[in-house]
């Protein structure tokens, strides 16, 4: 990455807008938007994506299906890796430095002292960014919830997605997962179709009756397609027919179903098997159960199979055990760093059968970390054997020492997966 100094001088001055990282509501949004000339409705078809786990993975099968077609997508995904650039992708490139800075230093403009959080403002800057650079389609992944994201502004997407509904962010959305479901259903709008990933019933339900209550048509797994595996192919079926495709790339079973989502939407789109061959096959997803091959950290123990994955919730726990049950038998370790608004018991207890040890860590930088002595504590209650290390680096080293052939999976959050990414070069 080029220097970020100015963006990132710019991006910190951005967080000083509102004394609150997260507070949903779409009133400081439709101000700034407004101030801005309302670029929200200037966007290329917008398709617009919500759920707990699989918007990212859904994003980027769908965003390597429609440019396998030649399309050029815009892009906007949170948080970031490893630099915030990540987040806004246009016509199918990172956005410059260049170009990146100019549009903060509009916004701030345009903001004045009127305050608003970070998402926020940062998402117009993204709307920003897309109204004025040509594309044939622009994907959006909610950031948190659904109705009241800043993202929520578009009045009439091309598609709308929500992918599978679990618990998370209690605090925000509501305890319950009718609840949850409700907010995330919250992007639904009149008319437009929404194609919808496996759901439990309680969940489907809600989604259902705002989809019928808007007029809106669903493309629900079960119903309108189908997806599933066969003699180590990914099969998709759906009222045009039956795909027999790769499986997907990136690796571990929840990727079917983030695939027949992808493959669903694109099918609505209209794109033709070689695209829906692509989006299996050409995605890129970092963090996502990544195996990483090159860099410092790679090198510092060259025989250590080193993973990286930044699910974070229960349903992320089971994901990943998932992906290990299918992995040749290989004693495997974990460096685990969690925020302290997770449940880490929920997510460690599907990995229990699977490590023969957890290194617990605090996350750098991080002033929500989960302070490592606390995940450990927890790791054992879920009953793992579980020890402390004062950083990933150094975890490695210890696992390394402990077993030289040994599998080690980095876990527990996006941002301790961005800060390996960093460290990892």
């Known amino acids: 990455m080029t ?24 009133d400081r949004v439709a101000r700034m938007l407004a101030a801005l000339d309302h670029p929200e409705r200037r966007l290329p078809p917008v398709i617009h994506i919500a759920g707990t786990n699989g918007k990212g993975s859904t994003q980027a099968m769908i965003r390597a299906g429609l440019e396998a077609q030649g399309k050029r997508v815009h892009a906007y995904t949170s948080p970031h890796l490893a630099w915030f650039h990540e987040r806004i992708r246009l016509a199918g490139a990172l956005i410059s430095e260049d ?84 907010e995330k259903a919250g992007i639904i709008k009149r008319g437009v179709p929404c194609v919808v990933g496996p759901q439990a019933d309680e969940g489907l339900a809600v989604i259902e009756a705002r989809a019928e209550r808007l007029g809106a048509p669903l493309l629900a797994y079960g119903q309108h397609w189908h997806v599933s595996t066969e003699r180590g192919r990914l099969i998709y079926q759906d009222e045009r027919g039956l795909l027999d495709l790769p499986m997907p790339n990136l690796p571990g079973p929840h990727q079917i179903q983030n695939a027949g989502a992808a493959l669903a939407a694109l099918r609505h789109l209209g794109a033709d098997e070689a695209a829906c061959e692509a989006a299996v096959s050409h995605a890129e997803w970092p963090a996502r159960m990544q ?110 020492r402990e077993n030289p052939a040994a599998r080690v999976l980095i876990c527990g959050s996006l941002y301790l997966a961005g800060g390996v990414l960093r460290e990892n070069g």
């Open 99 to 182: 170009a990146l800075s100019a549009l903060l230093d509009e916004c701030i403009a345009a903001n004045g002292q009127e305050p608003i959080t970070f998402f926020e403002i940062t998402t117009c800057a993204a709307f920003l960014a897309f109204a004025r650079v040509p594309a044939d389609y622009t994907l959006l992944e909610v950031g948190l919830g659904g109705r009241l994201d800043a993202t929520n502004v578009v009045d009439q997407p091309a598609l709308t997605i929500i992918t599978p509904v679990s618990i998370d962010h209690q605090q925000y959305l509501g305890e319950t997962l009718p609840e949850i479901a409700g």
């Open 291 to 400: 195996r990483l091959k090159r860099g410092p950290l790679v090198d510092s123990a060259p025989r250590v199979e080193l993973w990286l994955d930044g699910g974070h919730n229960p349903a992320g726990g089971a994901a990943i055990a998932a992906t290990l049950a299918q992995m040749p038998v290989r004693p495997t370790y974990a460096i685990c760093g969690m925020l302290n608004t997770k449940d880490i018991t929920g997510y460690l207890r599907p990995l229990a059968p699977h490590l023969t040890r957890l290194l617990a860590v605090s996350i750098p930088g991080e002033a929500n970390t989960l302070p490592a002595e606390v995940t450990a504590e927890a790791a054992r209650g879920a009953g793992i054997a579980a020890d402390i290390a004062p950083s990933v680096a150094e975890g490695i080293q210890m696992i390394a």
């Open 3 to 26: 220097d970020t100094t100015r963006s990132d001088a710019l991006l910190q001055r951005m967080m000083e807008f509102h004394p609150k990282i997260i507070d949903l509501t779409l």
